[in-house]
């Protein structure tokens, strides 16, 4: 389960509250040798909430008016590590990239980083930010193209409102999400991350009709995991299919359709039954949260699933208060 922590300067008195943002910004490497700049507008504010997804990191930014300057890189220096998926919320913002400016609006997103970018401004009036930072190892299976650098696309439709959507729902599911469960969650982000950026730099034609349910459904079904009346039909339901349609579409992956709704829910309930914060809730009360309506039902799925039944997951979790 991953912990998500927050630097804030909601304490802190108004007139120390910058020079706290930036020290506490600088002390993430990427960020060390970058020049902080307060800009005119309301008393400065700043709230950075992350958790790490496996090899990844979702954060939410809430900021005033400032800039941040990066030092110019040596012209033969390799591209950055981290590539940054960012998508606009509230407010304005604007980057530079290799002499190129990209601004963002809300219902806007962008890749940070394709290119070094030496300058991001945060304008008056308050901006509010999700954004995933990735490895460029993590884009391994994802088609990168020249023209994604310094580019906005549009998260009000299609797979990018979809991606925006679902990384919402990921990061407010973050301490409850399992290793396994994270692994799963990892897989669909890159796979809507590329094929995202293939439907808006037109490159949607060489995306199978297939390939892009797949990574539609498997977003939609970790978004409504909680829900008690998902399944199959519900899922066909809401990308107008067939339900032998949809299980053709997974027939090809590692996981069957009703798979990949039952394993995620039933390592949801794993993640909570161990957690220590959560002894005090009923067992029945933990599988029906994670959709389940019959507890005989989620017991033998569980046990069938890890060889144990919950009941005994319980009791270890208690024994090691």
């Not at 962008?110 to 190892?137: A, D, M, Y």
Request: net charge positive; glycine share 8%; hydrophobic share 40%.
């Amino acid at each position: 389960m991953a912990e998500v922590r927050m630097v804030s300067t909601a304490l802190v008195p108004e007139q120390e509250r910058f020079a706290f943002w930036r020290k506490a910004i600088q002390a993430r490497e990427q960020l060390a040798q970058s020049r902080f700049t307060l800009r005119h507008g309301p008393a400065f504010h700043g709230s950075l909430e992350y958790g790490d997804l496996g090899p990844l990191q979702i954060c939410k930014l809430k900021v005033g008016a400032h800039s941040v300057d990066r030092p110019r890189p040596p012209a033969r220096e390799k591209p950055a590590r981290d590539l940054v998926v960012v998508f606009q919320v509230k407010g304005h913002a604007y980057f530079e990239e290799a002499g190129q400016r990209v601004s963002l609006s809300p219902g806007e997103w962008s890749l940070i980083g394709v290119r070094p970018w030496s300058r991001v401004v945060f304008l008056p009036n308050g901006v509010e930010q999700i954004f995933l930072t990735l490895s460029r190892e993590q884009l391994a299976g994802i088609r990168l193209p020249e023209n994604a650098a310094a580019r906005s696309f549009s998260s009000r439709k299609g797979l990018g409102k979809l991606l925006y959507q679902f990384l919402n729902a990921t990061f407010a599911e973050l301490p409850h999400l399992s290793e396994q469960s994270e692994r799963s969650v990892v897989a669909t982000v890159t796979e809507l991350l590329n094929y995202a950026l293939l439907e808006f730099l037109g490159g949607a034609a060489s995306v199978s009709a297939r390939e892009g349910l797949h990574a539609r459904a498997q977003a939609y079904i970790l978004q409504n995991l909680r829900d008690p009346a998902l399944d199959v039909g519900q899922v066909a339901g809401a990308f107008h299919c067939s339900k032998r349609y949809l299980h053709k579409v997974f027939a090809s992956k590692q996981a069957t359709i009703s798979e990949s709704i039952w394993k995620p829910r039933l390592e949801g309930c794993r993640a909570d039954l161990r957690n220590p914060a959560l002894a005090g809730r009923s067992m029945t009360d933990i599988a029906f949260s994670w959709g389940f309506n019959n507890y005989t039902h989620f017991s033998r799925k569980f046990k069938e699933a890890f060889g144990t039944p919950p009941r005994l997951v319980r009791a270890q979790t208690a024994g090691r208060l």
